[in-house]
């Protein structure tokens, strides 16, 4: 299965966007599904995870701000971004059980 990330862009501080993450293949055996982020110099992230058995949790920095949604019949993963700030700047990378992994969407706050 492979995974790519879309939906990555430039916004505004206090914007809004959706990420989706879609699957080559089924992804209903993956217990785990998750986005990360990171920004060059920097440790990466974990900004969301849905977990088949521990239900979901989010990274302190986003918690409040992003849902993450997983919808197996789509096959894809989603991500939405709202009152983004600067400091969301970063690559954002989807992955299913941390062994399959997107390449990255670059996601830009700005004014």
């Known amino acids: 299965v492979r995974l790519v990330e879309s939906g990555g862009g430039t916004v505004q501080p206090g914007g809004s966007l959706k990420l989706a993450c879609t699957a080559s293949g089924s992804i209903d055996n993956f217990n785990n599904m998750a986005w990360y982020r990171r920004v060059p110099g920097k440790m990466d992230e974990m900004v969301a995870v849905?977990?088949?058995?521990?239900?979901?949790t989010y990274g302190s920095a986003v918690r409040g701000r992003f849902t993450i949604l997983r919808d197996n019949a789509k096959r894809t993963l989603y991500l939405q971004m709202d009152s983004l700030k600067p400091e969301d700047t970063a690559v954002y990378y989807c992955n299913a059980d941390m062994k399959v992994w997107g390449p990255g969407t670059q996601v830009t706050v700005s004014s």
């Open positions: 849905i977990s088949e058995y521990r239900g979901i």
